[in-house]
């Protein structure tokens, strides 16, 4: 579980860090190591979620193409759930 | 000419004074701007990579719409994530936003909730296990000795193999 890289595995530490900061109200506010890796893996947990969730949908209408029709169904429930 | 340039400095002034206002705060939105846009191009990296593999696993096609389309919504839930972390952080009278914020962040769904406390765990164990590694490197240099640098080499070695 050591992947830094972000390209195949996830979100990179110093995407995540910039992220986070560019919403911040307080110039002040850090995020430690530790909750950028966490987070990281939240949005991973989001991404794959959403695609999977999409997929299931345009599968369930017998598709094999995901289409954004199948996100726009699954978003709301998918918000709601995170 | 001398005495003209210093009086239309006078409205200039304002005018400058304003321009530069403005031109200061769009040289900042225009950082800003460009700031967005290469994160939101990280985000779509990330997030077609991870739908590669989705889409691998379930044998399906995504489309460059939905790709874009969940990059866009991940990159927007960031926002909230960010505002909630800093709220979390600041109500635990802390400056900076700590894997406990972030458990509290996944707390709306149990098997969220129950897999992110498993990866922060998982982290603590292995940043302990940096630290003793540390400790162990630190001790035997303070040992100074070739002897005992071998001996602690091997040591190390042994237990790479019993591992």
Do not use: W
């Not at chain 2, 540390?134 to 190390?156: C, D, H, L, N, P």
Request: net charge positive; proline share 2%.
């Amino acid at each position: 579980m050591e992947e830094r890289d972000g390209g195949a595995g996830g979100f990179r530490k110093e995407t995540v860090d910039r992220l986070l900061r560019l919403h911040f109200r307080d110039g002040r506010t850090r995020v430690n190591g530790d909750a950028l890796l966490l987070t990281a893996e939240l949005l991973k947990v989001f991404v794959r979620e959403a695609a999977a969730r999409a997929a299931r949908q345009a599968r369930a209408e017998d598709l094999e193409r995901v289409d954004i029709e199948h996100v726009e169904k699954v978003l709301p429930q998918l918000l709601l759930d995170f | 000419m001398a005495a003209a340039r210093p009086r239309p400095a006078a409205p200039g002034g304002k005018r400058r004074g304003a321009s530069s206002g403005g031109a200061m705060e769009a040289a900042g939105g225009e950082e800003r701007q460009l700031l967005i846009q290469r994160l939101k191009a990280a985000v779509h990296y990330t997030v077609g990579c991870l739908c590669q593999d989705v889409a691998e696993d379930k044998d399906m096609q995504f489309s460059k719409q939905t790709i874009a389309a969940i990059s866009e919504i991940t990159f927007r839930q960031c926002e909230n994530f960010a505002k909630d972390l800093e709220m979390f952080a600041r109500h635990a009278k802390r400056s900076t936003v700590t894997a406990e914020d972030v458990k509290l962040l996944a707390r709306r769904s149990n098997s969220l909730l129950k897999y992110i406390t498993q990866k922060s765990e998982e982290l603590v164990s292995s940043n302990m296990e940096q630290k003793e590694r540390k400790k162990k490197k630190s001790s035997s240099a303070k040992a100074g000795r070739t002897a005992e640098e071998q001996e602690a080499a091997v040591a190390e070695s042994e237990d790479s193999n019993m591992a």
